[in-house]
């Protein structure tokens, strides 16, 4: 497993775990989140990105395949959500996420809805 994989599969699981001290460990001090509700920017920004709200639904991710080209993730990601009270499930999406890395700390995350744009992006 190369360092940027490993890095991007604790990114996922640090996240997964709420474990938030870990996952901004992993980040790169000016690490960029395009999020579904804008850009944020840097570690501080990156935890309140990453810390769930209680009750509802909450999501657990998981990877279904990756590749990885010098400084660039990509990774096939579903995430399940369940509901919090009673874990059952409330629906699955699939989604392909393009990391970007900077000496082996994740520098940029931004998820695609279209594979065919995450490939085209993850090319450049």
Same mark, same amino acid.
């Given at each position: 497993m190369t360092?940027?994989?490993?890095?991007v599969r604790e990114f996922i699981s640090t996240f997964n775990?709420?474990?938030?001290?870990?996952?901004?460990q992993l980040l790169d001090p000016e690490v960029e989140i395009h999020g579904m509700r804008g850009l944020k920017k840097g570690r501080e920004q990156a935890?309140?990105?990453a810390t769930k709200k209680p009750g509802g639904v909450?999501?657990?991710?998981?990877i279904d395949s990756f590749q990885e080209a010098k400084?660039?993730?990509? @990774?096939?990601?579903?995430r399940e959500w369940r509901? #919090? &009270?009673?874990?059952?499930?409330a629906y699955v999406d699939e989604l392909v996420w393009l990391f970007e890395m900077k000496n082996g700390l994740? @520098?940029?995350?931004?998820?695609?809805?279209d594979? #065919? &744009?995450?490939?085209?992006?993850?090319?450049v």
């Open positions: 360092q940027n994989e490993k890095a775990r709420s474990e938030l001290d870990s996952f901004v935890r309140s990105w909450q999501q657990t991710v998981s400084d660039r993730v990509l @990774a096939r990601v579903k509901w #919090e &009270e009673g874990n059952e499930l994740i @520098a940029s995350w931004q998820p695609f809805h594979p #065919e &744009e995450a490939k085209a992006a993850f090319s």
